[in-house]
């Protein structure tokens, strides 16, 4: 069973970046689709980023031209650059396939405050 680890979180002004890490225990990142989700506090998980395994990219409109998707298939390892972070990208981010999710890793805590 593939797990999925993600880290990079933390806390951070409004304006300011991070770049979270997924750590994958097999390589997955070349064979499926690949997604980060967020979930802030009494809202749904949303789909934020997708990367395609043939390199292809996708946003969520409320991310798009601040946040980057992008992997490393020899560390098994995705990342997600996010910048000129605002409060509302306040949530937990998690890694997982784009379609047919498989076990959720624990996530890692995204808070954007001044």
């Known amino acids: 069973q593939v797990q999925l680890v993600e880290s990079g979180g933390g806390l951070v002004q409004p304006g300011g970046s991070l770049r979270l890490s997924c750590a994958a225990s097999q390589n997955i990142f070349s064979i499926y689709a690949m997604g980060w989700y967020r979930q802030a506090p009494g809202k749904q998980r949303e789909l934020v980023a997708t990367?395609?395994?043939?390199?292809?990219?996708r946003y969520a409109d409320s991310v798009k031209g601040r946040f980057t998707i992008s992997r490393d298939n020899a560390k098994n390892t995705m990342y997600l650059q996010m910048n000129s972070l605002k409060p509302e990208d306040t949530a937990v981010y998690y890694c997982n396939r784009a379609r047919g999710a498989i076990t959720w890793g624990q996530g890692t805590q995204v808070t954007v405050s001044s």
């Open positions: 990367l395609t395994s043939g390199g292809s990219t």
